[in-house]
């Protein structure tokens, strides 16, 4: 998990990862509403401070982070899966191999 940080940066970070996920009209989105809310209502005055607010932060930290892995998470699946059934030539590029080949030719054909 992401190292703790001011709650300005998790709020920017949680909503830079809405504006990648739902584009220019994150603003509309349930979920900005509901972020934008939770950290106006649990921002720290000069004449509060508790401990829930530590644990806020805290679960604030945590969902971006579950944001973010999603993401990268994502966006591996589709460079990996997104095309189907890969060939055994593919396969090993893909990992840096080549397949061996016949002296007289490709393939193990005569």
């Known amino acids: 998990m992401a190292a703790l940080s001011s709650p ?18 994150y603003r509309e989105s349930l979920a900005y509403g509901y972020v934008m809310e939770q950290f106006r209502k649990n921002k720290v005055t000069g004449e509060r401070f508790c401990r829930h607010q530590q644990e806020v932060h805290h679960v604030s930290n945590t969902y971006l982070c ?17 095309k189907g059934e890969r060939s055994t ?7 840096g191999l080549r397949l061996p080949t016949q002296p007289g030719g490709k393939g193990w054909e005569k």
């Open 8 to 25: 300005l940066r998790v709020c920017r970070g949680i909503l830079k990862e809405l504006r990648t996920l739902h584009g220019q009209s």
């Open 66 to 82: 579950l944001l973010t892995s999603t993401r990268h998470h994502m966006a591996l699946h589709n460079l990996y899966h997104g």
């Open 89 to 95: 030539e593919e396969a090993a590029q893909m990992v």
